[in-house]
T-cell receptor
Framework: SQTIHQWPATLVQPVGSPLSLECTVEGTSNPNLYWYRQAAGRGLQLLFYSVGIGQISSEVPQNLSASRPQDRQFILSSKKLLLSDSGFYLC????????????FGPGTRLTVL | AQKVTQAQTEISVVEKEDVTLDCVYETRDTTYYLFWYKQPPSGELVFLIRRNSFDEQNEISGRYSWNFQKSTSSFNFTITASQVVDSAVYFCALSEAFNFGNEKLTFGTGTRLTIIP
């Protein structure tokens, strides 16, 4: 069966510091991968998606970036965090087929102070 | 542009009561998928159901049932005989196909359901 991991689970960072969140998927090959952000009390916003190694598409321009160095690894980064980057970050995967279900990881709660 | 509306921000019911969560969507696609996810206090989104726009049959899974009505663009979710473990935020989502056969989910803002023991 497939599992998706995210770490760290929680993170408190000062404004202006760098960020690296990691997501890995087990039990499947060539998944589509997604990063979402959920601000407090709001719905989910798609940030990045990837259909393969090194292939990243951005949905929302901001100071965040994403990379996919390996087939089942997806990384969310920032060089300098802003207060507005606080939120709950969720990684998701789906099979590389159109309209397939997305399955979500446990999430990382980021607080920028 | 696609849109999903969950007008009920918060609902509270007493345990064992039935409760229905509403979801209304807008899309120009002729083929689309609808989803419901559950987000318990731990934060992880748990997949509940996926429904094809061509399949309007209602679905039942244990205490959960879903009513899909294309004529009113609604995909409502009913929990029968609610339990405290059902307390969570529930999200309705709509798929949109985009580049490379990939899928983008448009989420509603969620309904926070509290089951009172």
């Amino acid at each position: 069966s497939q599992t998706i991991h995210q770490w760290p689970a929680t993170l408190v960072q000062p404004v202006g510091s760098p960020l690296s969140l990691e997501c890995t998927v087990e039990g499947t090959s060539n998944p589509n991968l997604y990063w979402y952000r959920q601000a407090a009390g709001r719905g989910l916003q798609l940030l990045f998606y990837s259909v393969g190694i090194g292939q990243i598409s951005s949905e929302v321009p901001q100071n965040l970036s994403a990379s996919r160095p390996q087939d089942r690894q997806f990384i969310l980064s920032s060089k300098k965090l802003l207060l507005s980057d606080s939120g709950f970050y969720l990684c998701a995967w789906s099979r590389g087929q159109q309209r397939d279900t997305q399955y979500f990881g446990p999430g990382t709660r980021l607080t920028v102070l | 542009a696609q849109k999903v509306t969950q007008a009920q921000t918060e609902i509270s019911v007493v345990e064992k009561e039935d409760v229905t969560l509403d979801c209304v969507y807008e899309t120009r696609d002729t083929t689309y998928y609808l989803f419901w996810y559950k987000q318990p206090p731990s934060g992880e989104l748990v997949f509940l159901i996926r429904r094809n726009s061509f399949d309007e049959q209602n679905e039942i899974s244990g205490r959960y049932s879903w009513n899909f009505q294309k004529s009113t663009s609604s995909f409502n979710f009913t929990i029968t005989a609610s339990q405290v473990v059902d307390s969570a935020v529930y999200f309705c989502a709509l798929s949109e196909a985009f580049n490379f056969g990939n899928e983008k989910l448009t989420f509603g803002t969620g309904t926070r359901l509290t089951i009172i023991p």
